[in-house]
Nanobody, 122 residues
């Protein structure tokens, strides 16, 4: 029932920053945990970062710790992913997903956005 739309992707140089947004509609978004995932061509979808419904607890893949920050604004039905110190290997389509449990497994999430492309040039 919940629809998710990612935005904010684009082309940046290595070392630059982007902020992705995930806007929700169609349901009580504040009641869901939200995970960010990414997928590069020919590679498996991987977990990036997640946040619980309260916004008090966040968690990250090891490769993203210290560079990426996830936050949410429940009043705006929006979750953000701030990405700093971007590297060429961060190039991928980034997806947000919502579910009842905050996990690092894609299969545990029920609702998915369409993805937004992030390209980091060297």
């Amino acid at each position: 029932q919940v629809q998710l739309v990612e935005s904010g992707g684009g082309l940046v140089q290595a070392g630059g920053s982007l902020r992705l947004s995930c806007a929700a509609s169609g349901g009580p978004f504040s009641g869901y945990a939200v995970g960010w995932f990414r997928q590069a061509p020919g590679k498996e979808r991987e977990f990036v970062a997640g946040i619980r419904w309260s916004g008090r607890s966040t968690y990250y893949s090891d490769s993203m710790k210290g560079r990426f920050t996830v936050s949410r604004d429940n009043a705006a039905n929006t979750v953000y992913l701030q990405m700093n110190s971007l590297k060429p290997e961060d190039t991928a389509v980034y997806y947000c997903a919502a579910g009842l449990w905050a996990t690092m497994t894609a299969q545990s999430y029920v609702y998915w956005g369409q993805g937004t492309q992030v390209t980091v040039s060297s």
